[in-house]
């Protein structure tokens, strides 16, 4: 979702009919998700209103919300067979719910109906000028330990390819996530806000997707490449972490395996993410006039760009200027202000991670990622919300295809710039047939 005029020529391209996939997967691959679902009230203004002041909407829609139920939407739409774990109310609105998601190739038969009471749900106020969107949040009734029966969880892992979870009801999930590391399941956590009960699901996870802002607020550390290292620190068991970063693309960071070791001296990580960064940005220049990877449904045509990397691992280190007193100082700072906006301010200690401020012992050993994002100026963004939803949607269906990490990036933005081009979080993720085969990694 980049801007200016350099990111211009990769539009209007158009998708021949013989580029588009037409073909399925070659079998059904089911993948469980549990956390949120609800529905969005998205308000449409030309700029966001002033204390007390007053204004009309330009377009207002009702949509299916909910990180969980957009991010299964989104693998639903390239492929996969879904299955949802998710409770809302018994009310109309979560007939509604369900309706959408079942209409979509979506999996409801594990959602948990709490009768007499309402679903959750979401008002959304949409910056057209200022291309933000602001969520103010009604949750329904929370899924309890209680309702992650064993039936339940037998059923959900059956058969599964990978769990996914959004960060939230993390006493229930968790019950869910160590009986799938039981099993042999594969574990992809998000890490979008610091949440209560967080930091224990997280070190179940193989794969960890972070918003722009998790690391430095969850670790206290001042940079994105400190901030990721000591993520990489804490997380030992996760394999593969991704922190997306807006119209800035998105860094992985690939551990390394067994008998893989650096070829050089240690370097700290934001210099390698600034170094990876020239190098994509070069190459993206110098691609001129290339085919389309997709085709938005109003006929915007995007492409992702190149992802570079380091040849091999590297051995990560923090920035020499890191204070670890200023760390633990940030992120009781950023605690207290995310249990504040939650209605929980005397509970911040919830929010903190107990390894915050803990110096690592050694280096990280990780092959380094950097993919730009899909080329869209700022006149043509619609909407971003549900774009990171878009994206782990994207590396769900990656991963359990088989994709290559380099891959699965370029497949993530581009499927996230087409969710921008319209309004909501699920209006503009495409489908299979508007995506080129060779991104799919699929036979035309």
Known sequence: MGNGADNQYNLYHALSPAQGCTTPLPQPIKVVGCGSSGVDYLASVAAYPKPDQKLRTETLETQGGGNCANALTATARLGLSPTIITKIGGDGLGDGIISELEADGVDTSLVLRAKGSPSPFTYIIVDRSGGTRTCIHTPGEPMTPSDMSDALIAAALSGAALVYFDGRLTEAALLLARAARARGVPVLVEGE?????????????????????????????????????????????????????????????????????????????????????????????????????????????????????????????????????????????????????????????GYQATAVGAPGADAVLAQVFVSPAAGLPSDLVVDTTGAGDSFIGSVIYGLVTGMAVDRLMRLGAVVAACKCTALGARQGLPRRQQLTAELLGAQR
């Open 193 to 349: 806000r610091l949440r209560p009960g967080l930091e224990a699901l997280l070190a179940e996870a193989d794969y960890v997707v972070t918003s722009a802002h998790f690391p430095q607020e969850w670790t206290g550390e001042a940079t994105i490449g400190d901030a990721m290292v000591a993520l990489a620190q804490r997380l030992p068991r996760a394999r593969v972490i991704i922190t997306t970063r807006g119209t800035k693309g998105s860094v992985l960071l690939r551990r390394a395996g067994s008998g893989e070791q650096p070829s050089g001296p240690p370097r700290p990580l934001d210099d390698i993410i600034a170094d990876l960064e020239a190098e994509s940005l070069s190459t993206h220049r110098g691609q001129g006039n290339g085919s389309a990877d997709c085709i938005s449904l109003n006929g915007i045509a995007l492409s992702g760009g190149d992802v570079a990397s380091t040849k091999g691992v590297e051995a990560l280190m923090f920035w020499g200027g890191r204070d670890e007193g200023s760390a633990k100082q940030r992120a009781a700072a950023a605690a207290e202000a995310e249990a504040a906006r939650n209605a929980g301010g005397g509970a911040a200690a």
